[in-house]
């Protein structure tokens, strides 16, 4: 059964640390492996990763995938306030390559503490 | 641009009364996901609708659950019979489902709360 795994559930730091959100996937046909931000209702995009290896960056949030490992980390360096949220971790289910839904990880909750 | 909306955004109903909540897709976007997330899980897969393919039902947890989409936009996810377990927030996505790695970036809606007494 496909599934993606995060890890941990949540995490309490305090501003300006620095911090890695983990994922891993066991995904059939896997292509792609998706972040999003939690903080209220909808899941807003982070970055979409497809090759191994090359780190994408967004202001102090960067991810990169490792497909030997079928892993993906997420690391948000100097943390604010506003980075407190739910960070989830998602794959698309591949139906002979045609994407389908997306499996959700449970999630990282993140609490950033002044 | 107008992004995906939902409606109501909070519904409180009795055990046992019928809900309906709407997802209004993003323009042209002719993927449309419909999710559940339980309190303290991930979002759970219930529905997908692509084009005029049959739907991929795979997710709905039980055949009180229901959706539809007419003419290729609008969706209505229908709960019968309500239980206390189904409440959950409802959340909604499009995606432009073109091939090709674009079609995995998917838009969610701000969902709807439904609290089930």
């Known amino acids: 059964e496909d599934k993606v795994v995060q890890s941990p559930l949540s995490l309490v730091v305090h501003e300006g640390d620095t911090v890695t959100l983990n994922c891993s996937y066991e995904v059939t046909n896997f292509r792609s492996l998706l972040w999003y931000k939690q903080e209220k209702k909808a899941p807003t995009f982070l970055f979409m990763l497809t090759s191994s290896g090359i780190e994408k960056k967004s202001g102090r949030l960067s991810s990169i995938l490792d497909k030997k490992e079928l892993s993906s980390i997420l690391n948000i360096t100097a943390t604010q306030t506003g980075d407190s949220a739910i960070y989830l971790c998602?794959?698309?289910?591949?139906?002979?390559?045609?994407?389908?839904?997306?499996?959700f990880g449970k999630g990282t909750k993140l609490s950033v503490k002044p | 641009g107008a992004g995906v909306s939902q409606s109501p955004s909070n519904k409180v109903t009795e055990k046992g009364k019928d809900v309906e909540l709407r997802c209004d897709p993003i323009?042209?976007?002719?993927?449309l996901y419909w999710y559940r997330q339980s309190l303290g899980q991930g979002l759970e897969f219930l529905i997908y609708f692509q084009g005029n393919s049959a739907p991929d039902k795979s997710g709905l947890p039980s055949d009180r659950f229901s959706a539809e989409r007419t003419g290729g936009s609008v969706s209505t996810l229908t709960i019968q019979r309500t239980q206390q377990e189904d409440s959950a927030v409802y959340l909604c996505a499009s995606s432009p489902g073109r091939g090709g790695l674009s079609y995995n970036e998917q838009f969610f809606g701000p969902g709807t709360r439904l609290t089930v007494l």
């Open positions: 998602a794959s698309p289910m591949n139906y002979g390559g045609s994407q389908g839904n997306l499996i």
């Open positions: 323009s042209g976007h002719t993927a």
